[in-house]
Every structure is written in C-alpha cells, then in structure tokens.
C-alpha cells in the first residue's frame, strides 16, 4: 500500500510538471485583448534604469502604452487605432497622429517574447529557438506571489527566461540576456485577460 501512494504521489508530481510549449501557444492563440502594468528595467548600462506604463491591447493592431513612471514621462501615451499611430508628450504638450505603415516603429517589439506572445506569432517568433521547460516557482510581482512556470528561450543572439503564470500561462516576467549579460527584466501585473476594451484607449485624440 504505501509503495503504491508513493507511486500515485510521484505521478501527481509528474502531471503538476507536465506542462509544454504547446499549451503556452494554446493559450497565447485564445488571447484576443489585454491590460495589465509592466515594470521594465533596462541594465544595458552601469545603472539600472527603470519605466512603468499601463499596458492595454487588441487584436487587430491595437495598443495603448502610458507611463506612470519616472514623473519625466508621467502621462505620455503612444498608441495605435488599427489605422493611426499617436503620441502625446504632455511635458511638452506636444501630440502626434500619423498613419500606420509597414515602416512605422512598433514600441510593443521592445518587450521581446512577451509581445509576440501577445501579438499571436509566438509560434513564429520561437522558430530555431531552443526551448527549455526549468519547472514550477513562486516568484514575485510587485506585492503579490505568482505561481508559475519558467521557460529558458535560446536564440541566436540572445536568451530569454520567461514566467508563465500558472493560472492563465501569460508571461508575467522575462529576463533577456545578450552576450551572457542581463539586459531587461520585464514583469506584468494586474494582468486582464480578454477583457472588454473602450475603443477609445487606443485613440486618445
């Protein structure tokens, strides 16, 4: 009897691990809209460098990003509509529209894998990749302790560890590392998913 609980305990554990790439491309296919908070940390220099900025999208190429932090960016928004792309700098109450074509600069493709995971060309984005499933961890993000699953990419020119929440499979952190040394730290909190979105986030004038 006891071997047999044994056997039955290690099978559990076996399951509670038994998560793949596939169920994350799953889970990333059935997104069509989300908001949350990202915190990004930038360490390409000798100090660390940081932003937050509310975070709200759609499928169908639309995006909201405004910061709330530092105060020097307080409030500014780029955004796109599907067919314009704005920016607002309210310290120099200066604002931009302009059409969206195939040369204008997507600010979401700074977020590495985290943005295709949104974008839904996660499974194109991961080609030649080598993935690596690390186990289950507790992490934390910002006052909150996540569950979740921790992936390591390897790309060509650089890797990336990514946390997936447990719940949902959404990538609630990332670390990208180039030439062996970590560049960015993302983390998402607060995350909606497929929530109703106001059109008018992504067309703030």
């Not at 998560?19 to 989300?34: E, G």
């Not at 020097?72 to 309210?90: C, H, L, R, W």
């Not at 529209?97 to 194109?124: C, E, Q, R, V």
Request: charged share 25%; with cysteine; proline share 3%.
């Amino acid at each position: 009897m006891r071997k047999l609980l044994v056997f039955v305990a290690a099978a559990l554990t076996v399951l509670a691990f038994s998560i793949s790439m596939d169920d994350i491309l799953k889970a990333s296919a059935s997104l069509n809209s989300v908001s949350c908070t990202i915190r990004a940390e930038n360490h390409s220099r000798s100090r660390v460098s940081v932003v937050e900025f509310f975070f709200a999208f759609k499928r169908k190429n639309m995006m909201r990003i405004e910061y709330t932090y530092p105060n020097n960016m307080k409030g500014t928004i780029v955004a796109m509509d599907g067919e314009y792309f704005y920016n607002y700098i309210p310290s120099l109450n200066r604002k931009m529209k302009k059409k969206i074509t195939d040369s204008s600069k997507n600010p979401g493709k700074d977020m590495g894998i985290l943005y295709h995971y949104i974008l839904g060309d996660l499974g194109a984005a991961l080609k030649g990749a080598k993935v690596k499933f690390e186990g289950e961890q507790k992490i934390k993000i910002g006052n909150a302790e996540k569950s979740a699953y921790l992936f390591t990419l390897t790309f060509s020119d650089h890797t990336e560890r990514v946390w997936f929440d447990k719940q949902t499979l959404f990538p609630i952190k990332l670390e990208l590392y180039r030439k062996g040394k970590l560049y960015v730290v993302l983390t998402a909190s607060d995350v909606k998913i497929n929530p109703e979105l106001d059109p008018k986030l992504f067309k703030p004038f």
